[in-house]
């Protein structure tokens, strides 16, 4: 096990509206919310049922989540890109649903600009980009704009890739962080994010959770995304396996490594684990 030391130390998170998130001893829990017709493990669930996904969204308060994450642009490998306008028209009422019924931290899962910028509006506080404002910079002057939180998120896709996978998250993240700074996004409204599954093979992705905690230096709250992934699939026998039951595993695992916020489908599992490691990090500080 690696030491509790290698655990994020308190962070506040600076979002929009003048919020803030306490990132820390106690895990962080991101529900995904995808109202998409297409994403790989929900999609087709709540497009265009701004009810139904609401209510989604609030049983995954219920059962712990402290940040909802809606998307309306699957991410998965080969989907079909959406126009801004369809995007948008997926995402903006749920928003707007949800910031009428809960206190929940909302993000918006977009690289867009003009999709950030209408999302905080409609009640958004996050801003979590899989192209870590490396394909619309002007998304990082959103944040800057509106105070919103920012996820800076590696991607392997597009481009040649180093050869050690820490070697070239350093150097992706670090260009997007620069990305941010230089557009007036201050360090307490970054967090960032490894990016499982894009465009990283399984080997890849199970190196990238035992090395986790040498992003360390970069001196920023992570948050990472495995759940349901295919990789963690891959591992299992055939289909026999339980995804929420290995997708919490991974995130012990991460945690253990400096992971402070978890985004998964099914909360229950996720968050029942981290608390056990949580609390066992603690008594390990004391």
């Given at each position: 096990?690696m030491?509790?030391?290698?655990?994020?130390?308190?962070?506040?998170?600076?979002?929009?509206?003048?919020?803030t998130?306490?990132?820390?001893?106690?895990?962080t829990?991101?529900?995904?919310?995808?109202?998409?017709?297409?994403?790989?493990?929900?999609?087709?669930?709540?497009?265009?049922d701004?009810?139904?996904?609401?209510?989604a969204?609030?049983?995954?308060?219920?059962?712990?989540?402290?940040?909802?994450?809606?998307g309306?642009?699957?991410?998965?490998p080969?989907?079909?890109?959406?126009?801004?306008?369809?995007e948008?028209?997926?995402?903006?009422?749920?928003?707007?649903?949800?910031?009428?019924?809960?206190?929940?931290?909302?993000?918006?899962?977009?690289?867009?600009?003009?999709?950030?910028?209408?999302?905080?509006?409609?009640?958004?506080?996050?801003?979590?980009?899989v192209?870590?404002?490396q394909?619309?910079?002007?998304?990082?002057?959103?944040a800057?704009?509106?105070?919103?939180?920012?996820?800076?998120?590696?991607?392997?896709?597009?481009?040649?890739?180093?050869?050690?996978?820490?070697?070239?998250?350093?150097?992706?993240?670090t260009?997007?962080?620069?990305?941010?700074?230089?557009?007036?996004v201050a360090?307490?409204?970054?967090?960032?994010?490894?990016?499982?599954?894009?465009?990283?093979?399984?080997?890849?992705?199970?190196?990238?959770?035992?090395?986790?905690?040498?992003?360390?230096?970069?001196?920023?709250?992570?948050?990472?995304?495995?759940?349901?992934?295919?990789?963690?699939?891959?591992?299992?026998?055939?289909?026999?396996?339980?995804?929420?039951?290995?997708?919490?595993?991974t995130?012990?695992?991460?945690?253990?490594?400096?992971?402070?916020?978890?985004?998964?489908?099914?909360?229950?599992?996720?968050?029942?684990?981290l608390?056990?490691v949580?609390?066992?990090?603690?008594?390990?500080?004391?």
């Amino acid at each position: 096990m690696m030491s509790p030391a290698c655990v994020t130390t308190d962070r506040t998170w600076r979002l929009a509206h003048s919020r803030t998130l306490h990132l820390g001893p106690k895990s962080t829990i991101m529900g995904i919310l995808n109202v998409t017709p297409d994403s790989f493990s929900d999609g087709g669930r709540f497009d265009g049922d701004v009810e139904r996904a609401v209510d989604a969204a609030l049983a995954m308060v219920e059962d712990g989540a402290e940040i909802i994450d809606i998307g309306g642009e699957s991410t998965r490998p080969g989907a079909e890109p959406v126009e801004a306008s369809e995007e948008q028209r997926r995402v903006l009422p749920v928003i707007e649903a949800l910031r009428a019924r809960s206190k929940v931290a909302i993000s918006i899962d977009t690289y867009r600009a003009e999709t950030a910028s209408l999302a905080v509006e409609a009640g958004a506080s996050i801003v979590n980009d899989v192209w870590g404002a490396q394909r619309e910079p002007d998304l990082a002057r959103v944040a800057a704009r509106t105070g919103a939180g920012l996820c800076l998120m590696h991607t392997g896709r597009e481009r040649q890739k180093r050869t050690d996978v820490i070697a070239d998250q350093i150097a992706f993240l670090t260009r997007s962080i620069e990305i941010a700074r230089a557009a007036g996004v201050a360090d307490e409204q970054i967090v960032i994010d490894p990016g499982f599954g894009f465009a990283k093979d399984a080997g890849e992705n199970l190196e990238l959770m035992m090395r986790l905690g040498e992003l360390a230096p970069l001196g920023f709250p992570i948050l990472v995304g495995t759940s349901r992934k295919r990789f963690v699939r891959g591992v299992l026998d055939g289909d026999e396996g339980d995804l929420d039951i290995a997708t919490a595993a991974t995130s012990v695992l991460m945690r253990e490594r400096g992971a402070s916020i978890f985004r998964v489908h099914a909360i229950a599992p996720t968050r029942d684990a981290l608390a056990v490691v949580d609390a066992a990090l603690a008594r390990g500080r004391r």
